[in-house]
């Protein structure tokens, strides 16, 4: 409009010099010469050197509301992923979903997004991670076909709530300087629920078109980096079993030993009377009748044995989950150095069964594996073992030092007995957000604290939780918004872009915000897109007679699509696990990409009421 043209400020050397860092920032980010957050920290520097800010300003992201909150979030999610309270959720889960790819989306999908809703998506793809891998192995599933929809639902489940994604946490802080109304906790839940449904839609209605079509069990040859991976082929996975009750009746005693010398069946726990749980059983301990046994094996060495020997092979690991659970129990992998004190003895010499309450499962020299008549060869220089007990008792092993381990065990042990703490301060926090109207950063990081006084984490441990590279990224780019803003570049980039296509509804306004905000998200950082389009898209939606408050919410979502390429957090991370290809993301990226605008245009036109 004419009045629109004749308000507008002319161009000074402020705006140009303001223009001039975004280019450098958004060329950086693409080219990755030095590391997201070094540029953050670099325009944290540069502008009030430039005059640009103040040094006050320069600064003030690092205590932004914003940013404590973010470095809260991640250690409340530490403390749930500490207690194990995520792990307690995934197997229920996977027992619902039962044996059908699509279910198991749907189910483990609707999870991950209820959990990514309030705690970081990145934290929440990790948790599930092992855990999908587990359902990709035992049912047989190509991965691939999991691992994207999965990860997808994870950044989506960040749309729910105000707090499940670092934009939407910003988003109340960029509005402040205009004094808008801020968004409440669950302003954005209707939007963000149908988001996940639409994403979720797409993968069971084309998946078998957009997703990769891996060969079942293909990802289970995994990298050479996990040799115990590789070893896990040709020694099976974990078997439970039932004995009957008349099973000692007209027979020699059986031996653990007998076991695996006759079916390379290798037993890890088993049950003596009445219900006691003995782990890494020693090699002359007696199977009794009508107990249960925990073994590794092949699949059909397992169902052979059972079948000579009437047991019943059990579906899933049931009487012994817990202690079979990758938080409690594993496999390494440890090799005899030249210096080892156990060389030219052999493992029966040794007893690691009773000594160090731990199974060996197979010996590895000169490239063949040794199963089973294990417990008579003398160790040699090189040997490796591969070994399985809790990680306690491993680490008790490791501290001997008489094999070195290749298998890092950095295993935290979980502390599931503070489980009610952590769930108390997680409920606290939203309390005082919801009913209180205490603001987000002090709510959170009373959660946070909590969890620390009652000892759920270490004040170490929180630390080591929060990823600094977030928080620099997030405090460095705050600067270039305030300069972006008070220089009037904003303003001046909002006019001409509004002047170049002329009036339009407010509802197409926002669509082209939302498209403006997918390009920004995927060259660079969500946070990044955030913070610069967020007083652009105010001042247009003042300049277009729309609603600023909606323009803003428009990008504070659609900074969450970022599919089409795999620089999210979450892309990235599961990039490799899943064997996807940057192409792969395209495909798929593109359609739920699409699919997002239309759902998030709607259902805003819908909710809010946008002419």
Known sequence: SEEGRRGMQPLTLDMILVMLMIAVAVFLFIVEWVRVDVVAILMMVVLPLLHLVTP???????????????????????????????????SPIVRLAGKSPSRIVIFISMAIAGISSFMQNIGAAALF??????????????????????????????????????????????????NLKPFGLFDVTPVGLLLVASGIACFICFGRFILPQGEAGADTVTPVGSTVESYREQLGELHELRTPDDFTHYRDPITVRDLRR???????????????KVLSPSADAMIRSGSDILVVGREEDVDRMAEQLGMVHKESLSFFRDEAAEQTAGTVEAVAGPRSPWLGRTLRQINLRDHFRVVPLAIFRHGESYRAEISDMPLQVGDAILIQGT????????????????????????????????????????????????????????????????????????????????????????????????????????????????????????????????????VISNVGATVLLVPLVVNMAIAANADPRMAALVVGLATSNSFILPTHQVNALYMGPGHYRSVDFMKAGLVVSVVFLVVMIVAIYLFYGVS
């Open 262 to 276: 006759r079916y390379l069946v290798n037993v890890v726990a088993l049950t003596e009377q009445p219900d006691f």
């Open 391 to 522: 990680w306690k008792r491993l680490q008790e092993l490791q501290a001997e030092r008489s094999l070195l381990f290749t298998t890092p065990i950095d295993v935290e042990l979980l502390r599931p007995e503070k489980a009610v703490f952590a769930g108390f301060w997680l409920l606290l926090a939203l309390v005082m957000i919801l009913v209180f109207k205490i603001q987000l950063s002090v709510c959170l990081m009373t959660g946070a604290l909590g969890m620390i006084l009652t000892r759920v984490l270490s004040i170490d441990e929180a630390y080591q939780a929060v990823d600094w590279r977030t928080i620099f990224l997030l405090a460095g780019l705050i600067p270039l918004g305030i300069a972006t803003e008070k220089t009037g570049t904003a303003a001046w980039i909002a006019h001409t872009v509004l002047g170049a296509i002329g009036t339009v509804e407010p509802i197409v306004l926002l669509a082209v915000i939302g498209v403006l905000s997918t390009v920004f998200t995927l």
């Open 129 to 178: 991670l092992p855990a999908v891998q587990r359902v990709s192995r035992s049912l047989k599933i190509p991965i691939s076909k999991l691992l994207m929809p999965i990860g997808f639902s994870a950044i989506l489940g960040g749309t729910i709530t105000l707090v499940g994604s670092s934009p939407l946490i910003l988003l109340n802080d960029l509005l402040a300087p205009f």
């Open 56 to 90: 006050k300003e320069a600064f003030v992201g690092l205590s932004s509301n914003a940013v404590v909150s973010i470095i809260a979030v991640i250690i409340i999610g530490a403390g749930l992923d500490k207690t194990g309270m995520i792990n307690q959720l995934v």
